[in-house]
Antibody, heavy 120, light 111 residues
Framework: QVQLQESGPGLVKPSGTLSLTCAVS?????????WSWVRQPPGKGLEWIGE???????NYNPSLKSRVTISVDKSKNQFSLKLSSVTAADTAVYYC?????????????WGQGTMVTVSS | QSVLTQPPSASGTPGQRVTISCSGS????????VNWYQQLPGTAPKLLIY???QRPSGVPDRFSGSKSGTSASLAISGLQSEDEADYYC????????????FGGGTKLTVL
């Protein structure tokens, strides 16, 4: 059973860089899946941030593209998110999720989420 | 403002059938499949329906999905108290640089 676990600082200063990691257990990150980040501001809806394939190919939300970098570390079976120049509007619960390339083409497995607050 | 449009709220009594709509455009729902997620309070979203009308293993057949043109619907029959949650539709969008777009979410209240 594949499981995802987010980790990283819960507090980031304005204008700083938010950095999170998602550890994949119970399966290989080199399998036929896209690995994504989704966020949810308090009391609001879901927003897709971007995704990465184990080859290193990425797709980003156009509205965040200039500030986002998603990378993969196959040796550690994990992938990471960096969001630069953060403001209070980036305060949210950040989820990592798996998106298979075949059959169940949807976010079928999610991490529990990690709250990140942008504040000085 | 979300790319996909959902009603902010819906409600029903136990045993009733409720539907939640999701409206999009030709670049998303009109040309790609729709997925639905259920988010119980304080928890991560859970996949409820994929590829318009497919249920993952373990999802009760009380939940069903459909799509027509640029709109989709989630139906819940035999409503139960544990169905009280937020529901989100999502689809890939082919416009500009593409990406997954979500609806704004519908809060379902079981009266």
């Amino acid at each position: 059973q594949v499981q995802l676990q987010e980790s990283g600082p819960g507090l980031v200063k304005p204008s700083g860089t938010l950095s999170l990691t998602c550890a994949v257990s119970g399966g290989s990150i080199s399998s036929s899946n896209w690995w994504s980040w989704v966020r949810q501001p308090p009391g609001k809806g879901l927003e897709w941030i971007g995704e990465i394939y184990h080859s290193g190919s990425t797709n980003y939300n156009p509205s965040l593209k200039s500030r986002v970098t998603i990378s993969v570390d196959k040796s550690k079976n994990q992938f990471s998110l960096k969001l630069s120049s953060v403001t209070a509007a980036d305060t949210a619960v950040y989820y990592c999720a798996r998106y298979p390339t075949t059959v169940t083409t949807a976010f079928d497995i999610w991490g529990q989420g990690t709250m990140v607050t942008v504040s000085s | 403002q979300s790319v996909l449009t959902q009603p902010p709220s819906a409600s029903g009594t136990p045993g009733q059938r409720v539907t939640i709509s999701c409206s999009g455009s030709s670049s998303n729902i009109g040309s790609n499949t729709v997925n639905w997620y259920q988010q119980l309070p304080g928890t991560a979203p859970k996949l409820l329906i994929y590829s318009n009308n497919q249920r993952p293993s373990g999802v009760p057949d009380r939940f069903s999905g459909s799509k027509s043109g640029t709109s989709a619907s989630l139906a819940i029959s035999g409503l139960q108290s544990e169905d009280e949650a937020d529901y989100y539709c999502a689809a890939w969008d082919d416009s500009l640089n593409g990406g997954v777009v979500f609806g704004g979410g519908t809060k379902l209240t079981v009266l």
